[in-house]
């Protein structure tokens, strides 16, 4: 009888963190939506990152880029004109990785940013709104970084570097892409 008092916690505990390894927030669609309400129409392009604008983007980075290409996604309000990127990408937390989209507008500022899945079993305050805010208006002159311009949460670091350097890698790519062009 006594034992069930000592395993019954024990498994317990050490069940809910699996439990908790995958949260699926959103869909892109939802994202989309959430960060970009009044969209109408949407035109998704694959865009190729050529060699030199990689090794650009990685020495701006101080990283490397693994990507050949990226996945975009215009979006126009009903009236055709346009409202900005979005952009779904992941970065690897402390094991899993984050997956997240990024609103950028015209002017290539952060519009919003919003967790579609997180899969780590700590560090999940980074999905709150309240922390995704910080990103807001920043673009690629901005340092991005912990104690900087981005609050740090405590026992949430890792998630936290990693949510800046997507967010950061998204900026870059698409400043690199669309800086000079007007959007049709």
């Known amino acids: 009888m006594r034992w069930r008092w000592i395993i019954l916690p024990l498994v317990t505990v050490c069940a809910a963190p699996a439990a908790r390894a995958q ?3 959103l869909t892109p669609e939802q994202a989309l939506k959430e ?3 009044e969209s109408v129409r949407m035109v998704h392009e694959t ?3 050529p060699p030199v604008v990689r090794q650009r983007l990685e020495r701006e980075l101080g990283r490397r880029v693994n990507e050949d290409s ?4 215009r979006v126009f ?4 004109s346009f409202r900005g990127y979005a952009v779904v990408t992941e970065e690897i937390g402390k094991y ?3 997956t997240f989209m990024v609103g950028i507008t015209p002017e290539l500022t952060v519009r919003d940013v919003s967790v579609l899945v997180y899969r780590e079993s700590r560090g999940g305050e980074v999905k709150r709104k309240r922390f995704l805010s910080q990103y807001r208006g920043k673009s690629v002159h901005d340092p ?3 104690n900087r311009d981005i609050i740090n949460i405590s026992g949430a670091t890792i998630s936290v570097r990693s949510v800046n350097a997507g967010v950061k890698r998204v900026l870059a790519e698409v400043t690199a892409l669309y800086g000079t062009e007007t959007p049709r």
């Open 77 to 80: 309000d009903e009236h055709g």
């Open 144 to 146: 991005i970084d912990v």
């Open 35 to 37: 960060i970009f309400p």
């Open 70 to 73: 990226v996945d975009i996604t």
């Open 96 to 98: 899993r990785p984050i």
């Open 23 to 25: 949260d699926a927030l």
């Open 47 to 49: 865009r190729a990152l």
